[in-house]
Structure formats: structure tokens, C-alpha cells
């Protein structure tokens, strides 16, 4: 590898590897495609469990509100989907 700082000297420094290819095998062992694609396929399955159920509070002035449909009780997201979200790194009080 070489590096070059601004107008001094081209210095040589030899990079370790950060990875080292002897666990290489193991990494792909438990984050291959076929795993990942089903670690997918489970949360969507928790995602369409625990879908958003609206029902208005009063009809008169269109006030609505919701709960999960597995966990028919509480606030939405239920506790399921936060964890899940929290996996994603994703806030679901942030839209877009």
C-alpha cells in the first residue's frame, strides 16, 4: 500500500488484513444469502401478524384509533414491532 501526504515523502506501510480469510468461510456460514432471505421472510410474516387495526373512537367527529391485530390490546407499534424496527435501525416515528 502506499500513502501519499500532501506534498511529503510517498511512504510504504504494509496493511494488515482486517478480516483474516481463515474465518472467512465461518462469516458466510451464518450470513449467507439463504439465511439472510430467511430472516426476511420470518419478520415479514411478524410484520403481517401485527398489522395497525383502525376503529374510530367517535363517529361524530372522525376521531380514530388503533391497536395491533396479535396483540389486540395497547398502543401500535406494539412492543413486537419496535423490537423488529430496532433490528432495521429504523425510528417509526420518522416517515419517508
Known amino acids: 500500500m502506499v500513502l501519499v501526504s500532501g506534498d511529503g515523502p510517498i511512504v510504504h506501510a504494509a496493511v494488515p488484513d ?6 472467512d468461510a465461518t462469516f458466510m456460514e451464518h450470513n449467507g444469502p439463504d439465511r439472510i ?17 383502525r376503529y374510530a373512537l ?5 376521531d380514530q384509533a388503533g391497536y395491533c391485530t ?6 401500535y407499534p406494539c412492543d413486537e414491532i419496535l423490537d423488529l424496527a430496532m433490528e432495521y435501525e429504523i425510528n417509526p416515528g420518522e416517515s419517508g
Not at 430467511?38 to 410484520?47: A, H, N, P, V
Not at 367517535?58 to 372522525?62: H, L, R
Open 18 to 23: 482486517v478480516w483474516p480469510q481463515s474465518q
Open 37 to 53: 432471505i430467511r430472516d426476511c421472510q420470518r419478520d415479514l410474516r411478524i410484520l403481517d401478524r401485527h398489522r395497525y387495526k
Open 58 to 62: 367517535s363517529p361524530e367527529d372522525g
Open 70 to 75: 396479535a396483540c389486540v390490546f395497547g398502543d
